[in-house]
Antibody
Framework: QMQLQESGPGLVKPSETLSLTCIVS??????????WGWIRQPPGKGLEWIGS???????DYNPSLKSRVTISVDTSKNQFSLKLTSVTAADTAMYYC?????????????WGQGTMVTVSS | SYDLTQPFSVSVALGQTARITCGGD??????VHWYQQKSGQAPVLVIY???NRPSGIPERVSGSNSGNTATLTISRAQAGDEADYYC?????????FGGGTKLTVL
């Protein structure tokens, strides 16, 4: 069973860049059947999709975050990454990575356990 | 942007049937997915494409989608069903989640 694991700093200063990595195990990130996404959840609040990267290499981002987000894949390390620039306290959240099928079916089949990121000086 | 509306909370007596709704404009034309999130845990997919269960999800969990409302139904509710539930769709190059519903089993 494929597993996903997020990693990255738990504390980021305001105005800096948040960088997270999702390591994929027990399966290949290059599998054409899958695409990869990031979702976040502020404390006590609901889920918010950040963006996805598809097998083709193209990406879609949440319009509200698009100007600050970059998602990329490193096939040599079997992982994908999230960068969010110019962070503020509003970006404090649990960040999840997830897998969804290629071909336009945006159902998040497998999730990582999540990593908490706090934005504070 | 497309909005999904869920009730903030739903209560159900142990052993009874819980129904959690997800409202959206002509939602019947979209594939609706449902996630269960227990306290302190990552979300888990429980229904995909309106009414399909992933392996490991019991038959007493079902979904439907008609008109402007999709519904997640949990029959014979158990204490272990207490969780937050989120609906989700894809619309115009963006993933949309509902605000979530807290299910309490009494």
């Amino acid at each position: 069973q494929m597993q996903l694991q997020e990693s990255g700093p738990g504390l980021v200063k305001p105005s800096e860049t948040l960088s997270l990595t999702c390591i994929v195990s027990s399966g290949s990130i290059s599998n054409s059947m899958y695409s990869w996404g990031w979702i976040r959840q502020p404390p006590g609040k609901g889920l918010e999709w950040i963006g996805s990267i598809y097998y083709s290499g193209s990406r879609d981002y949440n319009p509200s975050l698009k100007s600050r987000v970059t998602i990329s894949v490193d096939t040599s390390k079997n992982q994908f990454s999230l960068k969010l620039t110019s962070v503020t306290a509003a970006d404090t959240a649990m960040y999840y990575c997830a897998r969804h099928p290629s071909g336009g079916s945006f159902v998040f089949q497998i999730w990582g356990q999540g990593t908490m990121v706090t934005v504070s000086s | 942007s497309y909005d999904l509306t869920q009730p903030f909370s739903v209560s159900v007596a142990l052993g009874q049937t819980a129904r959690i709704t997800c409202g959206g404009d002509n939602i019947r034309t979209k594939n609706v997915h449902w996630y269960q999130q227990k306290s302190g845990q990552a979300p888990v997919l429980v229904i995909y494409r309106d009414n399909n269960r992933p392996s490991g999800i019991p038959e007493r969990v079902s979904g439907s989608n008609s008109g402007n409302t999709a519904t997640l139904t949990i029959s014979r509710a158990q204490a272990g069903d207490e969780a937050d539930y989120y609906c989700q769709v894809w619309d115009t190059n963006s993933v949309v989640f509902g605000g979530g519903t807290k299910l309490t089993v009494l």
